[in-house]
Structure formats: structure tokens, C-alpha cells
């Protein structure tokens, strides 16, 4: 069975830098695509980042570059999101996916884990 | 960027009707369309992929059309356990994006 479990979340002031993880099992993490979306209170669904099997292409969404970094050990099946400089609107819980894709890109959401809540507040 | 538009952004339906979404992409994305279905405080649950193909497990119940910038998810018999919102993404090119999302709401 895939399992996704995220951790890492929770209050960080304004400015202030977080590690999200996820642990992944039940799969061949090195052979997937994956990424971080996020969800503010109440809101949609938002894209973070992306990447490679073996990490070699990373894509954000332009209001985290140059903050965020998504990253992944293979050898322990980990997924990690840096989260630096953190801002108020990054107040959201973060889900990671597993994405269905080939050697050259990505394409769809397939699982997902359960979340995990990021509120930054002074 | 592509922006994708759902409508109706919420709907009122009764247990076993047809309930149909639709989502509008800002330009063309060929058939790189997911729909997706979340229930509060829950994860978002993966439906539909290529704008037509089921995700394993996935009821036949659902379905979904489309390609180019108009696409469609279709219910084909409501129960109570689809009463949820739900999102379509287009893959098509990054950064990928999210519809708004399509309450649905018991009548």
C-alpha cells in the first residue's frame, strides 16, 4: 500500500525558515516524480514544487523560488521541502504527491498524503 | 501562467442525480487535465487523469471529457458520500495550476 506521511509543520514566526519531510513506503520512491502542494485556511489547492526521480530538475511556483527548496533522499525514500523566510500567505497545510511521469517530465497527482499544517504568526 | 476556470463554483444536488462540472483553461492544453475530489479536512483524493482516464479504484461513476480548453466531470448518480468539493489541474505546463474548485452540496 502507498503511504505518504508528512511531517515537520507547525508555528513559525514571520521570517523564520521550516523543514517539511515525507516519508514515503509501500512504493519505489527512485522511480517517481514528486511534489509539495499546499492549501491556505479555506482555499484552494496551489502547486509548490516538483522533482525529478533523481533529483536532478526542480520546478516552483514563482512566489516560493528562491525560498523553498525541494529536495530528496532516495536512500531513505524522504521527500523534504526548506521552507526559508517564510511570510504570512505561506500559512497553509502542505501535502505531498506522488507523481506519475516518465524519465523526461512529469504529469499527474496519483497519491497523496494526509498533510501537515504550517501557520506562520508572530 | 494558465488560469483554469470551474463553474458553477458551487451547486445544491440531490441523491442520484447527474451532476456535471465544467473547467475552462486559459489556453490550449490538450488533454493534460485532472480532476480531483476533497471532503473537509481530508487530503485530496486523485479521480480522473488524462482528462478521461479513472484512476485505479476510481467508481465508473465518475467520468470526464474534454480537450483543448474545455473540459467536463461528470457524476452519474449522486450519493451521499460524493457530497465534496472538487478541483480539475492542468500538467500541461508549469507551473501547473488549479481550478478554484466546485462545492457540492446536498439539497
Known amino acids: 500500500e502507498v503511504q505518504l506521511v508528512e511531517s515537520g509543520g507547525g508555528l513559525v514566526q514571520p521570517g523564520g525558515s521550516l523543514r517539511l519531510s515525507c516519508a514515503a513506503s509501500g512504493f519505489t520512491f527512485s522511480s517517481y516524480w514528486m511534489s509539495w502542494v499546499r492549501q491556505a485556511p479555506g482555499k484552494g489547492l496551489e502547486w509548490v514544487a516538483n522533482?525529478?526521480?533523481?533529483?536532478?530538475?526542480?520546478y516552483y511556483v514563482d512566489s516560493v523560488k528562491g525560498r523553498f527548496t525541494i529536495s530528496r533522499d532516495n536512500a531513505k525514500n524522504s521527500l523534504y521541502l526548506q521552507m526559508n523566510s517564510l511570510r504570512a500567505e505561506d500559512t497553509a497545510v502542505y501535502y505531498c504527491?506522488?507523481?506519475?511521469?516518465?524519465?523526461?517530465?512529469?504529469?499527474?497527482?496519483?497519491?497523496w498524503g494526509q498533510g501537515t499544517l504550517v501557520t506562520v504568526s508572530s | 501562467d494558465i488560469q483554469m476556470t470551474q463553474s458553477p463554483s458551487s451547486l445544491s444536488a440531490s441523491v442520484g442525480d447527474r451532476v456535471t462540472i465544467t473547467c475552462r483553461a486559459s489556453?490550449?492544453?490538450?488533454?493534460?487535465l485532472a480532476w480531483f475530489q476533497q471532503k473537509p479536512g481530508k487530503a485530496p483524493k486523485s479521480l480522473i487523469y488524462a482528462a478521461s482516464s479513472l484512476q485505479s479504484g476510481v467508481p465508473s461513476k465518475f467520468s470526464g471529457s474534454g480537450s483543448g480548453t474545455d473540459f467536463t466531470l461528470t457524476i452519474s448518480s449522486l450519493q451521499p458520500e460524493d457530497f465534496a468539493t472538487y478541483y480539475c489541474q492542468q500538467y500541461n505546463s508549469y507551473p501547473w495550476t488549479f481550478g478554484q474548485g466546485t462545492k457540492v452540496e446536498i439539497k
Open positions: 504527491a506522488r507523481v506519475v511521469g516518465s524519465s523526461w517530465y512529469a504529469e499527474y497527482f496519483q497519491h
Open positions: 522533482i525529478k526521480q533523481d533529483g536532478s530538475e526542480k
Open positions: 489556453q490550449g492544453i490538450s488533454n493534460y
